[in-house]
């Protein structure tokens, strides 16, 4: 968990890992713990699962529109994710933004 910055009160802890390793149960976990502690919690959804439910089918696009969708898809999670933290900047409270994946699960599924 890191501090956006030294003289902030928020916090940013990003959870990632595979399909169905628990990131979003953690997620509801620790905002119910820090919650618990009188913090203002975010949760950040994960981006990808936003647009996928939309109906994208990675079978079927082309290999310049997948390329083309990741960008899109991380350009829409830093603006996401930039909505979150300037909420938690302007609280009163210790906040902690829980991202469900963040940016750099992004960059793994680009080739290199």
Same mark, same amino acid.
């Given at each position: 968990?890191?501090?956006?910055?030294?003289?902030?009160?928020?916090?940013?802890?990003?959870?990632?890992?595979?399909?169905?390793?628990?990131?979003?149960?953690?997620?509801?976990?620790?905002?119910?713990?820090?919650?618990?502690?009188?913090?203002?919690?975010?949760?950040?959804? *994960?981006?990808?699962?936003? @647009? #996928?439910?939309?109906?994208?089918?990675?079978? $079927?696009?082309?290999?310049?529109? %997948? +390329? *083309?969708?990741?960008?899109? @898809? #991380?350009?829409?999670?830093?603006?996401?994710? $930039?909505?979150?933290?300037?909420? %938690? +900047?302007?609280?009163?409270?210790?906040? #902690?933004?829980?991202?469900?994946?963040?940016?750099?699960?992004?960059?793994?599924?680009?080739?290199?």
């Amino acid at each position: 968990m890191a501090s956006i910055d030294n003289k902030s009160n928020v916090w940013r802890l990003v959870l990632t890992g595979g399909p169905c390793g628990g990131k979003t149960t953690g997620q509801a976990r620790l905002c119910t713990f820090f919650e618990n502690l009188g913090w203002k919690v975010y949760r950040v959804p *994960e981006t990808a699962n936003i @647009l #996928l439910s939309g109906g994208v089918k990675f079978a $079927d696009l082309s290999p310049e529109m %997948a +390329k *083309e969708f990741q960008s899109n @898809l #991380l350009k829409t999670m830093l603006q996401i994710e $930039d909505t979150f933290f300037d909420l %938690a +900047k302007k609280s009163n409270k210790k906040c #902690l933004v829980i991202c469900d994946r963040g940016a750099m699960d992004a960059s793994a599924y680009i080739a290199r």
